[in-house]
């Protein structure tokens, strides 16, 4: 991870000190960004605007950008917990009933390409004065986080093979036993994936969710707002951007840290799945 931001930090750099002020174009069209200072300022002078005040008299900059994720934070962890939580129960119900995987997956496929634009006002219209602003951003990100679980579980879950299934009928287990016993410990290297794929769709889901519904607190509408001042200060639109980015890496930290109390269940994947 480090690794990845020092050569993100380096590439954005490097393009600046010889990209083009006014960016490439290619055949009349522009195929990279300008390499201006309004368009791409330094990485330090967005590192500087984090220390100084947001407005005159005010609070820093770094102060707000962290309030701003900590609300996020908190609408994303909702949406994940949601999302996942209907995955696994999705998947469970596909992999027991093969009528129910026919008839569902190509639905929970193809709402996927609706755009999320578009749908979370609906979502917000839905949702009214029975939900405040935060639960509906909320089950936006569980929208996006779902899809990734529901689809990886799925393959976990048929993934034993039919020796390993055959064993567990010859036990006279039931369905719910080979469940715990057999398919969930050989869909778990499945499983951490796409809990990494759901946790980054949530940040996705709840930084959209607070723009288009215009939800504020979050780093989402914050952003938004700082955009406004594009022209006179670019870096404190960049330091906004840079809340998101390290939010989304906080975020898969945190469900990178949820396969550790699941490691010792290794062992048992690889058994049943040789």
Do not use: N
């Not at 951007?241 to 290794?266: D, I, K, N, Q, T």
Request: one cysteine or more.
């Amino acid at each position: 991870m480090i690794a990845g931001l020092v050569a993100a930090a380096l590439v954005w750099e490097g393009y600046k000190a010889v990209g083009d002020p006014e960016g490439t174009v290619l055949f009349g069209v522009r195929v990279l960004p300008r390499a201006d200072d309004l368009s791409m300022p330094h990485l330090w002078t967005v590192l500087q605007r984090l220390a100084d005040p947001e407005m005159t008299g005010g609070r820093p900059v770094w102060l707000v950008v962290a309030e701003a994720c900590l609300f996020t934070l908190g609408i994303t962890a909702a949406g994940f917990l949601a999302g996942a939580l209907i995955g696994l129960l999705l998947a469970a119900m596909m992999q027991r009933f093969q009528i129910i995987e026919r008839g569902l997956l190509p639905y929970v496929i193809l709402s996927q390409t609706v755009p999320l634009v578009a749908l979370a006002p609906l979502i917000a219209g839905w949702g009214g004065t029975l939900m405040p602003a935060w639960a509906t951003v909320s089950v936006i990100a569980a929208y996006l986080a779902f899809f990734p679980v529901a689809v990886g579980m799925l393959r976990g879950l048929q993934s034993p093979s039919a020796a390993g299934a055959e064993l567990m009928r010859s036990y006279a287990a039931g369905w719910w036993r080979t469940l715990v016993k057999l398919r969930f410990p050989a869909a778990l290297p499945y499983l951490f994936p796409a809990l990494r794929l759901a946790g980054a769709a949530a940040v996705v889901g709840a930084v959209v969710g607070e723009i288009s519904t215009g939800t504020r607190g979050g780093i989402g509408r914050l952003i938004i707002e700082y955009s406004r001042e594009a022209t006179s200060d670019p870096a404190k639109v960049y330091t906004a951007m840079l809340g998101a980015a390290v939010l989304g890496l906080l975020v898969a930290g945190l469900v990178a840290l949820l396969e550790l109390p699941l490691m010792r269940h290794r062992r048992h994947v690889e058994v049943v799945t040789l």
